[in-house]
């Protein structure tokens, strides 16, 4: 069966530090990959997302990149954190369908939650 | 554009009685709709969705979802409010374009 692993489950990180969240996806092999964001009371916000290797496109523009070095991990980062970037990050992975079509469900990890004071 | 919008972001009702979270969609051909429902601090897991099989479309923990192409929408309901379901729940629509749409999320709570 398939699972996916994010982590760190929770981060506390001071303002210009850093970031790197880690996602793994296992039982299945060259699936969309998704990043999202969720502040407090706005719902989720899609931040990258992924349909191959090397293959990234980016919703928002902000200092957070994205990358995906294997089939199955996709990593966010940031080189210097703000205050905004607060939240709580979650990994997702779906089938890759055709013609872009999202075939099915989105399988979400845990989540990630980011303080940045 | 094409997107999706939940009506009301705060629902309570008392325990045992109706939910009914709303749900309408903007796109001139119907999407895949999807209902997620995601507990504290967890991620969001699937409730159901449509696919255009039947417009009504059961799915986990006794709810259910209805497509109305007429009304662009595709409300949740479940008849019986039961504790266990407070949580936020997201509407999601598949426009094509490889990725949900997400609606802003309606947070339920239930009266005791």
């Known amino acids: 069966s398939q699972t996916i692993h994010q982590w760190p489950a929770t981060l506390v990180q001071p303002v210009g530090s850093p970031l790197s969240l880690e996602c793994t996806v296992e039982?299945?092999?060259?699936?969309?990959l998704y990043w999202y964001r969720q502040a407090a009371g706005r719902g989720l916000q899609l931040l990258f997302y992924?349909?191959?290797?090397?293959?990234i496109s980016s919703e928002v523009p902000q200092n957070l990149s994205a990358s995906r070095p294997q089939d199955r991990q996709f990593i966010l980062s940031s080189k210097k954190l703000l205050l905004s970037d607060s939240g709580f990050y979650l990994c997702?992975?779906?089938?890759?369908?055709?013609?872009?079509?999202?075939?099915?469900?989105?399988?979400f990890g845990e989540g990630s939650r980011l303080t940045v004071l | 554009a094409q997107s999706v919008t939940q009506l009301g972001s705060h629902v309570s009702v008392s325990e045992g009685a109706l939910v009914l979270l709303r749900c309408n969609y903007s796109?001139?051909?119907?999407?895949?709709l999807f209902w997620y429902v995601q507990y504290p601090n967890q991620g969001l897991q699937l409730l159901l969705k449509y696919t255009s099989a039947a417009t009504l479309v059961k799915g986990i923990n006794g709810f259910e979802a209805e497509f109305k192409k007429s009304e662009t929408s595709f409300h949740l309901t479940k008849p019986s409010a039961h504790m266990s379901d407070a949580a936020e729940y997201f509407c999601a629509g598949d426009f094509g374009n490889e990725k949900l749409t997400f609606g802003t999320g309606t947070r339920l709570t239930i009266i005791p």
């Open positions: 997702a992975w779906s089938e890759n369908g055709l013609a872009g079509a999202v075939t099915g469900e989105l399988f």
């Open positions: 039982g299945t092999s060259n699936p969309n």
């Open positions: 992924s349909v191959g290797i090397g293959q």
């Open positions: 796109s001139s051909v119907p999407p895949y």
